[in-house]
């Protein structure tokens, strides 16, 4: 494998988080050559100002690329195997983001690619997202965590996990982006304009991490219970909460997540053996 700096990476979808891979990748390692691909002509116009390659031919951004990034909807990755050919693939190093997909899938679709799966989120927009990478053996460990680096911390997991943090760390900033509107409009329910409630939302949120991460407080609970008082409003909001079973419908969402990805990947499994029949 080529040095990182003499690269060329084929990113497969260049969407939201495809688009914030590219421009990750840029402002990190300048030198490499980035090749993005997407069926639109407006998504391609919108990373082209990265000066990056673009192109709808995926084939050819497989066949010009070391690395290739498939970064499309699960659902059109049949299509990609379509239009690519199988040779294209052979000693290639492939990184999937695509929600649900197996490792094994990719291992037996990608004639003799190197294949790594990873997740990372939306916040790799503002080089925030919490990544994690599928344990794997290959050669390219270092390079690929490399890549995802340039979005923000990454993490290593058996691929049993991968699920899990697609519901709780992929779908994670819809759920948390609820949580703040709801928030937002109990304040203007109460009275306060909404821009001042929600920018006090956020800073409240942002206050309220960095006590748990950095003022040595080991659980959430011990945190609510240092603003929890006798008779107080927080016990009062609190007793709310618990009569509406917030907390139990947070983890049957994230269960609910977790089981659709699952299903993700089963229904792409289907349907590349349907397929190949």
């Known amino acids: 494998m080529k040095i990182m700096e003499d690269l060329t990476i084929g990113i ?3 969407g939201k988080i495809g688009s914030a891979i590219v421009r990750a990748i840029r402002l990190k390692y300048p030198s490499i050559h980035v090749i993005a691909t997407a069926r639109k002509d ?9 000066e990056v390659e ?20 699960p659902q ?26 197996k490792l094994s899938t990719l291992s037996t679709l990608l004639n003799n690619a190197e294949v790594y799966r990873a997740m990372p989120n ?12 599928a344990e794997n053996n290959g050669k390219s460990r270092e390079l690929v965590e490399n890549i995802f680096k340039t979005l923000g911390n990454v993490y290593w997991l058996p691929e049993e996990y991968l699920d ?5 760390v992929g779908s994670g900033p819809a759920f948390i982006s609820e949580i703040i509107d709801a928030l937002s409009l109990g304040a203007v329910a109460c009275g306060m304009q909404r821009e001042i409630a929600y920018n006090a939302v956020l800073d409240m949120i942002s206050g309220t991490i960095i006590m748990l991460k950095e003022g040595k407080i080991d659980h959430p609970m011990l945190l609510r ?20 079973s917030v907390k139990s419908a947070l983890i049957e969402t994230i269960e ?11 229904e792409i499994d289907k349907s590349i053996r349907n397929n190949s029949k």
């Not at 673009?54 to 909807?73: C, F, G, P, Q, R």
């Not at 939306?122 to 997202?129: H, L, M, Q, R, W």
């Not at 899990?164 to 709780?168: E, F, R």
């Not at 609910?256 to 089963?266: H, L, Q």
Request: charged letters at 20%; aromatic letters at 6%; hydrophobic letters at 45%.
């Open 42 to 50: 407006e998504t391609l116009r919108n990373v082209k100002d990265l």
């Open 12 to 14: 497969l979808g260049a």
């Open 76 to 101: 059109h990755f049949p299509t990609v195997l379509r239009q690519v050919g199988i040779e294209s693939w052979r000693d290639k190093v492939v990184i999937s983001i695509m929600a649900g997909v």
């Open 225 to 244: 219970d240092q603003v929890t008082t006798p008779v107080g409003t927080t016990i009062r909001g609190l007793m709310v909460m618990e009569a509406k």
């Open 256 to 266: 609910a997540s977790y089981k659709r990805a699952v299903e993700i990947g089963n």
């Open 164 to 168: 899990i943090w697609t519901a709780l």
């Open 122 to 133: 939306i916040n790799a927009i503002v080089y925030k997202s919490t990544t994690t990478i």
């Open 54 to 73: 673009t192109t709808k031919d995926n084939n050819y951004a497989v066949n010009k690329s070391d690395v290739i990034i498939l970064s499309v909807k």
